[in-house]
């Protein structure tokens, strides 16, 4: 059974960076074929995808959230993590991690969900 669970501070402050790290068990980040997400949902807002990393470590972003957003990995801790600079107040949601299978749709595994509010 794969786990995913995030981490990071609740509350950043406008212009700040957010960052999060999602640890994941019972399954490795290198697994071939797999890709880890962050995705977000603002408050009463659906689902936005930021961006992904693959089993191999190149990434993806969201066109609109690119200039913004930066994820890496650790191996040695079975971690990747979210960078997102410059945050404003419309940067608040609750970000989720998650892993998909390489040209599959949808998400099997979800981590529950961390909120970040951007406020000074």
């Known amino acids: 059974q794969v786990q995913l669970q995030e981490s990071g501070p609740g509350l950043v402050k406008p212009s700040q960076t957010l960052a999060l790290t999602c640890t994941v068990s019972?399954?490795?980040?290198?697994?071939?074929?797999?890709?880890w997400s962050w995705i977000r949902q603002p408050p009463g807002k659906g689902l936005e995808w930021i961006g992904y990393?693959?089993?191999?470590?190149?990434?993806y972003y969201s066109p609109s959230l690119k200039s913004r957003t930066s994820i890496s990995r650790d191996t040695g801790k079975n971690q990747f993590s979210l960078q997102l600079s410059s945050v404003t107040p419309e940067d608040t949601a609750v970000y989720y991690c998650?892993?998909?299978?390489?040209?599959?749709?949808?998400?099997?595994?979800w981590g529950k969900g961390t909120l970040v509010t951007v406020s000074s």
């Open positions: 019972g399954g490795s980040i290198t697994t071939n074929s797999y890709y």
């Open positions: 998650a892993r998909e299978l390489e040209a599959t749709p949808g998400y099997d595994y």
């Open positions: 990393i693959t089993y191999s470590g190149s990434t």
